[in-house]
Structures are given as structure tokens and as C-alpha cells.
């Protein structure tokens, strides 16, 4: 159980394109996901937390208007990379959580994006 | 500054040997967990400890709590390649704050 799908695993889009993935919790309902960017041989660094129905709270150094996350219902949440550029290139890797903390977090299989 | 130090940065080791990967900070942690991650996929969760001082057991994995909740140590008997990943600690600051330690990227030799 508690399966975490991302979609798409990998894409490359030129420069200026928006970008979205989405990530479904497969046979649980999410009270909360989390976006994590990770640059190779790095560790993840948590973007975002969004609960269903409400807006994402993001960290600091995230631009919300870069990175928006909708978190349409308790097995999906999208993140869209609008406008990308190459230094938007990384590993993004979505996980949910039954609760409101991270203890119980499940992690996607990341997405690849290579914007050129 | 990263909130979860975590060292050695690197380590490669021939199959069969013992090693130890530590995680340490200035900070108290409600929870502290340990991940590993294989190249192009989503980290996995191996343990959670919670109470200070605590042991977890893991067939050739160890894991320790430190008593004051601030800092935890891997301990991985007899490797072998299949252990090859990157081990992620991860700290819960009082429900509302996590933060991934910095990595350790293990390669064991055959």
C-alpha cells in the first residue's frame, strides 16, 4: 500500500514553456503533499506543502508565481513550472502524507525535467 | 547552512566492510528518519526514531537516536553492493518543520 505516482518521469521542453506534473496518491487520500527539488548528488529541499482545497504554503526563496501548485483533491496535486528556463533543470519529487506532518510521507518516483 | 549535517559527504567501501553514516545538528527533532535513495527515484523510508537514545535494528542496519534528539548515526554491518544509494536523514522540528540532512553517497566494491 500508500503508492505514490508521478507523471510525467521525464521531460524536456525548451526555454519560455510551462511545464506541469502532477502526482496521484494511488489507494490513499493525501491530507497533505510536498514538492522537493533535488540537483544531482543533493539532497532535497522542500519547496512546497499543499493541503487539498487550500493554497500552498511555500519556502522561502520559492517564487509561488514560478512554481504553482494546485492541490484539486485529496489524490492529486500539480506542480507547473511556468515560464522555464534552463537553471529550472532539476529532479522534482512530490510526496503525501496521511497527516499534516511528515512523518507519514510517501515519496514519489520523481520527475525529470531538462528545460533547454 | 543546512539544518542536518550529515558525513562522510562521500564514502566507498569494498563489500564487506562496516561503516557509519552520521547526521548531526544543533537542533532538537520531535522525529528523525532515515532514507535511501537509488539514482532517478524517490527516496525510501528505512526507519523512524523517536525517543532519545533509541536503537533500531534493521538486519545489517543500525540505527541510533541520539539522548538529546539532535543528532542519529547509521551503522551498516558487512555491506554489500545492493546497499549502494544515497542515505538521506530527515528531521520533524515539533510537527511542522522538516528538513533532509545534506546526504551521504555510498558505493560498495564487489
Known amino acids: 500500500g500508500a503508492v505514490v505516482s508521478q507523471h510525467p518521469s521525464r521531460v524536456i521542453c525548451k526555454s519560455g514553456t510551462s511545464v506541469k506534473i502532477e502526482c496521484r496518491s494511488l489507494d490513499f487520500q493525501a491530507t497533505t503533499m510536498f514538492w522537493y527539488r533535488q540537483f544531482p548528488k543533493q539532497s532535497l529541499m522542500l519547496m512546497a506543502t499543499s493541503n487539498e482545497g487550500s493554497k500552498a504554503t511555500y519556502e522561502q526563496g520559492v517564487e509561488k508565481d514560478k512554481f504553482l501548485i494546485n492541490h484539486a483533491s485529496l489524490t492529486l496535486s500539480t506542480l507547473t513550472v511556468t515560464s522555464a528556463h534552463p537553471e529550472d533543470s532539476s529532479f522534482y519529487i512530490c510526496?503525501?502524507?496521511?497527516?499534516?506532518?511528515?512523518?507519514?510521507?510517501?515519496f514519489g518516483p520523481g520527475t525529470r525535467l531538462l528545460v533547454l | 547552512t543546512q539544518l542536518l549535517e550529515q558525513s562522510p559527504q562521500f564514502l566507498s567501501i569494498q563489500e564487506g566492510e562496516n561503516l557509519t553514516v552520521y547526521c548531526n545538528s544543533s537542533s532538537v527533532f520531535s522525529s528523525l528518519q532515515w532514507y535511501r535513495q537509488e539514482p532517478g527515484e524517490g527516496p525510501v523510508l528505512l526507519v523512524t526514531?523517536?525517543?532519545?537514545?533509541e536503537v533500531k535494528k534493521l538486519k545489517r542496519l543500525t540505527f541510533q537516536f541520539g539522548d538529546a534528539r539532535k543528532d542519529s548515526s547509521l551503522h551498516i554491518t558487512a555491506a554489500q553492493p545492493g546497499d549502494t544509494g544515497l542515505y538521506l536523514c530527515?528531521?520533524?522540528?515539533?510537527?511542522?518543520?522538516?528538513?533532509f540532512g545534506t546526504g551521504t553517497s555510498l558505493t560498495v566494491i564487489p
Open positions: 530527515a528531521g520533524d522540528i515539533r510537527g511542522n518543520q522538516f528538513y
Open positions: 510526496s503525501a502524507s496521511l497527516t499534516r506532518g511528515h512523518e507519514t510521507q510517501y
Open positions: 526514531v523517536v525517543t532519545g537514545g
